[in-house]
């Protein structure tokens, strides 16, 4: 097999220690998928985000999944699949915490746009903190250096909103390496709309209710418009060592090659 590594964009093939941390959970996920615990959707998912984590792209690449009890071959999903899977996720996601989502109205996107492909739909009606303990405790515990409603943007917005972010477990490629204030200068030279936390935290939720995968396993997500007082601007990822995900802050000028904003599509409904 033929693959395109993460670091350094090369084709070639993966090394003996890629391929057996490949291979080793690419068969728990055929477990899974066989023992009915892990849905077709799920399985395409889990299998993409599992080759990046190994540092293996499989862009157009066929896995053969095939084993003494079934046999089936999985292309990875496109685009346009992964966003009519999560579509047809968020009623059951949200009617745990008793929400009905309403994705029928006039602005809700019915298609990607470009590989903005991720729909994270927010009801508008809980602020950062309560939906850090209602919806992302619900999956996985999470720990904050700072009260979360020290931050500008972290009250609940009151109206719905729905944005369309990119399928990766790690920050935008081409924004790593910008710091808070890199973002925002870049959002009002070109327009564009970076996720805050409250986005975040429901995209980690529903992406972990999906593919049982975390978010932010290597770098971390910069939300540059929830800020404090002094300047200093909020961050979130997973932390395998604890087994939680983190809040916490930096200096807003701060730049590291592995950290990052996540871009969006913004629609408000």
């Known amino acids: 097999m033929t693959v395109t590594t993460v670091s350094d964009g090369q084709k070639r093939n993966p090394n003996a220690d890629e391929m057996e941390c490949y291979l ?3 068969w ?3 477990r899974r998928f066989l023992e009915g ?4 959707g799920g399985l395409l998912v889990s299998i993409q985000h599992l080759a990046e984590g190994c540092l293996i792209r499989t862009e157009d690449i066929v896995l053969d999944v095939s084993t003494e009890l079934a046999q089936t071959e999985i292309v990875l999903p496109s685009d346009q699949e992964l966003f009519t899977i999560w579509m047809s996720k968020q009623t059951e996601f949200w009617g745990q915490f008793d929400i009905t989502p309403n994705l029928d ?3 809700v996107p019915k298609d990607p746009i470009g590989d903005f492909c991720l729909p994270i739909w927010n009801p508008g009606t809980m602020n950062d903190e309560e939906l850090a303990a209602k919806v992302l405790k619900r999956f996985r515990p999470y720990w904050v250096s ?3 409603m020290d931050y500008s943007e972290a009250a609940a917005t009151g109206k719905p909103s729905l944005v369309l972010a990119r399928n990766t477990i790690e920050p935008d490629k081409i924004h790593r390496g910008k710091s808070s204030n890199d973002a925002r200068a870049y959002a009002q030279k070109h327009k564009a709309y970076f996720l805050n936390r409250q986005h975040y935290i429901i995209l980690f939720a529903f992406h972990v209710f999906v593919t049982g995968k975390e978010l932010d396993v290597k770098g971390w997500t910069r939300f540059p418009e929830n800020r404090l007082s002094g300047g200093y601007s909020a961050n979130g990822h997973w932390l395998p060592t604890y087994s939680e995900v983190l809040f916490y802050y930096d200096d807003s ?3 590291d090659v592995d950290v990052g904003p996540r871009e969006g599509k913004f ?3």
Do not use: I, Y
């Open 105 to 107: 109205g006039p602005n």
């Open 146 to 148: 700072v009260p979360l």
């Open 37 to 40: 615990s892990l849905s077709p």
């Open 267 to 269: 629609f408000s409904l």
């Open 24 to 26: 080793r959970r690419e």
């Open 253 to 255: 000028d701060s730049r």
């Open 28 to 30: 728990d996920l055929r």
